[in-house]
């Protein structure tokens, strides 16, 4: 089959169809078997010039160029809007399941692979007579009989390498690769008219207005311009270092490398008569300028360039490795309840197609891992859980929000309700939210601990934050919650929520110097946490969530900022003073947290 892919959208995912066997199972499976098969399917997910698929863990090739061949069949699945890092981020986390040891010809295979992905890119699954044939093959007397013997016969088609010429590079992104879908997207560094820069990349502006972009992005920052030439020998000494050095600056500093060779615009504006010449620029202004290839001045100037942009805050001159340390633990909950029990508890609603799939799967998961656990139709499990939010009453809610705080855990589900617009999580947290005071205990801790299994996937953080509705829900369930009188539990609860977020917070800010929470929004989660350090004295575990929780939104927050003000306002250093003593254990992390209150 010719596979004509242009007309499609940039954005469209197709299914590529083939069989493994070409033709034999359609001859051979009623004699074998006893029942009849069309094909032995392999199942590859094309999107953005790219085939993804699994066979020696997860694979990709140039579309229709694997050793599997033309596709028989091309389905068309839909078109996806998310961010090519969000989807490059989910599938990262599928190479943690389908690894090469992992592979099972029967139990999970490429359909398995293609299935997850397509759910994550459009909302819904391949279809199901691919899915279910592995089990329909077990499901014969001869099928259970050859099982070993047809998984180590296929090994070598379902597990051999692409070969290098159909491979893209390793940083291969989709829409990188032309083939039908859309032009080649280049992705080198080379200034397209955008405003914004990315962090590590050398620019090669040839116009000047390019360069006075690049210029005006840096202006709160600092910004090196590399003046060279095609016919300077020195200059292409100090390439490699100079490279080093934007990776090292991350998004510290815009480093630009010119050409004069054939960037003349911008060589008459700067007058350059000698190459190689640097000149630097901080917060708008320029700083230096100076000639020669001599990489220790070149690195020595640049560093303390950064350097000056970036003075070091006072916290990180101060010994507090509870605070100065990135937490990338979030605190989750995977305690399993009896299933069926909680099911029973659903009434009428456990009887729905979508719970008896979610009870396969956390029980698949929890016995077997999560290899051994495809996952659901996931679109199917939103809908249920929607409808329940409107028509069950309160006190029923419960063992269904349990039931899915059970999958969250898994980073296959977490990261699709990451992506689902966010409705499925915005639906409970609005209706919890709603009930206010009313919110029984059972369904308030559950909601606490389902918000903690979002944070299983990298994706759900950022969205939480950057979405005012959800963030909006998220800060009232923790600050409501963390001054619950009654329950300690949900104090406890409310506590680690508020850490995963701090958490999230702080890691943002030390790596990319830039805070996902509003300041209003630390603001409030931190008055919130100082209140409720000044109260608990029941709970170890949740005094050392606060603490930790405060010290995290406190540690390296802008100088003169509002979270600085509140601290001066409400007193938070007589606050936790008080507290020190209230269990030794906790005397160091307290000690720290003194600190950055003062």
Not at 408 to 436: E, M
Not at 477 to 494: D, I, M, N, Q, W
Request: hydrophobic content about 40%.
């Amino acid at each position: 089959m010719d596979v004509q892919l242009w007309g499609l959208s940039p954005r469209s995912s197709v299914i590529y169809l083939i069989d493994n066997v070409q033709g034999l199972a359609r001859q051979m499976s009623g004699s074998f078997l006893g029942i009849q098969i069309d094909a032995v399917y392999h199942t590859a997910l094309v999107f953005g010039g790219i085939e993804y698929f699994f066979g020696a863990g997860v694979q990709t090739s140039f579309p229709g160029a694997t050793h599997h061949g033309k596709p028989m069949e091309v389905i068309f699945m839909g078109e996806t809007h998310l961010p090519v890092e969000v989807i490059m981020e989910y599938l990262e986390s599928l190479k943690s399941i389908y690894t090469t040891e992992s592979y099972d010809l029967f139990l999970h295979n490429c359909n398995n692979f293609s299935n997850d992905f397509a759910m994550f890119l459009v909302g819904k699954g391949i279809p199901d007579h691919i899915t279910s044939l592995p089990q329909t093959v077990l499901n014969t007397p001869f099928g259970q009989m050859l099982k070993p013997q047809l998984d180590s016969a296929m090994r070598g088609i379902t597990q051999a390498p692409v070969p290098p010429t159909s491979a893209p590079r390793q940083s291969a992104q989709p829409n990188e690769i032309s083939n039908g879908f859309a032009p080649d997207l280049h992705l080198n560094g080379n200034v397209t008219g955008q405003k914004e820069h990315h962090s590590g990349v050398v620019y090669k502006p040839k116009r000047l207005k390019q360069l006075d972009e690049l210029l005006a992005s840096a202006k709160d920052i600092c910004a090196i311009i590399f003046f060279t030439s095609a016919t300077c020998p020195p200059c292409k000494l100090v390439y490699p270092a100079y490279d080093e050095l934007a990776a090292e600056a991350g998004n510290k500093a815009v480093l630009i490398k010119v050409d004069l060779s054939d960037a003349y615009e911008i060589g008459a504006k700067y007058q350059i008569r000698v190459t190689p010449t640097f000149m630097s620029f901080l917060k708008g202004e320029k700083e230096n300028e100076w000639t020669g290839a001599n990489e220790s001045q070149l690195r020595g100037n640049v560093q303390l360039l950064v350097e000056m942009a970036h003075p070091p805050h006072p916290h990180t001159l101060l010994r507090l490795p509870m605070l100065q340390r990135v937490h990338k633990l979030p605190v989750i909950y995977t305690k399993i309840p009896p299933v069926d029990k909680l099911i029973n508890r659903m009434g009428p609603s456990g009887s729905d197609p979508a719970v008896s799939a979610m009870k396969n799967f956390v029980t698949a998961r929890q016995e077997s891992g999560a290899v051994d656990a495809p996952l659901p139709s996931l679109p199917n499990l939103s809908a249920f859980i929607i409808k329940c939010l409107k028509t069950l009453a309160p006190e029923n809610l419960f063992p269904i929000v349990d039931l899915f705080r059970l999958a969250l855990v898994d980073p296959r589900l977490s990261g699709y309700f990451a992506q689902d617009n966010s409705k499925t999580v915005l639906a409970i947290l609005s209706s919890i939210i709603g009930l206010d005071a009313k919110c029984p205990y059972t369904l308030r801790i559950v909601t606490l601990h389902m918000a903690c299994n979002l944070f299983t996937s990298s994706l759900f953080p950022p969205k939480l934050l950057s979405n005012h509705d959800l963030s909006t829900l998220l800060l009232q369930l923790v600050t409501t919650s963390l001054l619950e009188t009654g329950h300690p539990p949900v104090r406890v609860a409310a506590a680690s929520l508020a850490f995963n977020i701090a958490a999230f917070n702080h890691a943002q800010r030390l790596g990319e110097h830039r805070d996902p929470l509003p300041e209003s929004s630390q603001v409030e989660l931190l008055a919130s946490l100082l209140e409720a350090v000044g109260r608990e004295r029941e709970s170890k575990e949740g005094l050392r969530g606060l603490f930790l929780a405060a010290g995290l939104l406190r540690y390296a927050s802008p100088k003169g900022g509002e979270v600085e003000d509140l601290c001066e306002a409400v007193g938070a250093k007589d606050i936790v003073v008080e507290s020190k003593g209230t269990f030794p254990d906790l005397k160091e992390l307290a000690e720290e947290l003194e600190l950055v209150m003062s």
